[in-house]
């Protein structure tokens, strides 16, 4: 017999394994609440830790800044790299055995124009010179170029690429891949200059297991999942996509489900789902791993919320707010000293409870923040990722 699993019974369970039901108590390894995502975008820090903050209770931003670069110079919990579609996350070191095999595995499609393009050999060069020149060393970005242009020639320095209406060395074009690959993470900030070093040394998995075990662990958090779905997220061709999970099934590690009407994916015997819907208010940052991964984004972002939430289609580019697990409105912090103003902009009426409630998530985003927070129910003026 199919299992038939309804939007609202996906939706219930996805937010409740990532601690958006209930928040994982201050006990709970940061790392734990990162692998929950699987991964927390951050090319936006305070953004990452807001991800992390909202799913935890009593946690700040200054636990996620531990567990990234432990002051007592023992070994951080988080890694904060290149993960998937080549976007800054926040990994858990304990996994980057499985993610940098997982992620270096999927097929590339080749950004840049021949005369600017790295050759396989070129590119096996840098990323040799980018993990020789960040071990046991902290660089800024113009330090990395230099030290990468001695190891490997003049080449790898010419101003090619483009990248912000500039031009920028050529070996940049795979900064992204010596993330993915455990070549390079980011560092302590040196003042307003980022920085980059190299993580510790591990052993990666066997590519088809890494693949294998990404898989589980996406339809474990977004589950019932196609393979464009997970196409999607890894930005990867939906035809490697659709054979990885053909590959899963004929093992027995994936098995399918009819999720309101169509076809889709899970963990093999992962198909007990909550009988109840959520409820209830969500303040989620910019893009909160929750918005970019969950599908079908239509149902996520139901009616007037496609058009207003997201940007081209895109999510991701607008801090929202959930009303009963969907999008229902958009919001913004300003932050001045030690007061952050929030202004949420809903899509609709919102019932006393549903106030009060939002009240407390405001209060939440401010103790993440360490900030003293105001809300402020109105229009939101900024415009997308701002």
């Known amino acids: 017999m199919t299992v038939r699993i309804t939007w609202d019974r996906a939706s219930a369970r996805r937010l409740g394994r990532q601690f958006l039901d209930t928040p994982a108590g201050t006990g709970t390894p940061v790392a734990d609440v990162v692998a929950a995502m699987p991964a927390a975008h951050a090319q936006v820090l305070s953004a990452a830790e807001l991800s992390v903050g909202v799913r935890t209770a009593g946690r700040t931003r200054a636990d996620v800044r531990e567990a990234l670069w432990q002051a007592d110079g023992s070994a951080a919990t988080l890694v ?70 001695a190891r490997t020639g003049a080449w790898a320095g010419d101003r090619v690429m483009p990248a912000f209406q500039e031009l920028w060395p050529r070996w940049r074009q795979v900064l992204h891949r010596a993330g993915q690959s455990g070549d390079l993470c980011f560092g302590p ?31 474990r958090a977004y589950g019932p999942a196609t393979p464009p779905d997970f196409a999607k997220w890894l930005a990867a061709p939906t035809s490697w996509a659709t054979t990885l999970f053909g590959t899963c099934a004929a093992g027995g590690e994936i098995e399918e489900v009819d999720f309101a009407g169509t076809p889709a994916w899970v963990a093999a015997g992962d198909t ?55 999008v229902a409105g958009v919001w913004h912090q300003r932050r001045r000293g030690r007061r952050t103003t929030v202004t949420v902009e809903p899509l609709g009426g919102l019932t006393p409870r549903q106030e009060r409630e939002l009240g407390e998530r405001v209060e939440r985003v401010g103790e993440v923040l360490q900030a003293r927070p105001e809300l402020v129910i109105g229009t939101v003026t900024t415009g997308p990722h701002a």
């Open 80 to 149: 904060r790299t290149h993960g998937p579609r080549g976007t800054v996350h926040l990994l858990p070191a304990r996994e980057l055995p499985l993610w940098s095999s997982a992620l270096t595995a999927i097929p590339g499609t080749g950004r840049f124009a021949p005369g600017i393009r790295l050759t396989d050999t070129q590119t096996t060069e840098v990323l040799a010179a980018v993990a020789d020149a960040l071990d046991g060393r902290t660089l800024t970005i113009d330090e990395l170029d230099a030290a990468v242009v």
């Open 189 to 219: 900030g040196r003042g307003r200059k980022v920085t980059y070093t190299r993580p510790s040394r591990f052993t990666p998995l066997p590519a088809a297991e890494a693949l294998r075990a990404l898989v589980h662990r996406y339809l």
């Open 272 to 326: 007990a789902f909550p009988g109840e819907p959520v409820r209830g208010v969500r303040l989620l940052p910019y893009f909160d791993a929750y918005v970019i991964a969950a599908q079908p984004r239509e149902t996520l972002f139901p009616g007037a919320a496609y058009r207003r939430a997201l940007a081209g289609g895109q999510a991701g580019n607008h801090p929202v707010l959930l009303v009963d697990g969907v």
